[in-house]
């Protein structure tokens, strides 16, 4: 397969032990390929050992997750792109390119993110 090609193609997703953050369970992990262009990996993060994220926890969790957002697309090749929905927020997006993001969170017992990869233009 030649170079191009691999970059304008969604050709793997992380693992699902990528995805955790400490002080967090997994309740919930699905991957969608909609596309050879785009795959949506949905993650439901609930606290490890009690019934509610505190808000300062939420904030905690929230930079976490944008970090590993970061992250992965780091490790991906120039063109393909990461950024997360927020889904107990409104459906806010953080995408790697913003300078600032903040969300206002309170007590809640689970947080549902959708991590999208998607080529943002091709090579």
């Not at 193609?9 to 032990?17: A, H, K, V």
């Not at 995805?19 to 993650?43: I, N």
Request: glycine letters at 6%.
């Amino acid at each position: 397969m030649n170079e191009g090609k691999i970059k304008n193609t969604i050709t793997r997703s992380f693992e699902l032990q990528d995805y955790r953050v400490g002080g967090t369970e997994l309740s919930g992990f699905w991957a969608d390929l909609l596309s050879k262009e785009e795959l949506t990996v949905e993650v439901n993060y609930r606290p490890e050992n009690k019934k509610t994220f505190s808000p300062a926890e939420i904030e905690t969790l929230i930079h976490e997750i944008c970090g590993k957002c970061k992250s992965f697309e780091t490790q991906l090749p120039e063109n393909i792109k990461c950024e997360v929905t927020f889904k107990d927020f409104g459906e806010k997006v953080y995408k790697t390119s913003q300078s600032s993001f903040e969300l206002h969170p309170g007590e809640i017992d689970e947080v549902k993110v959708a991590y999208r990869f998607y080529v943002a233009y091709y090579v």
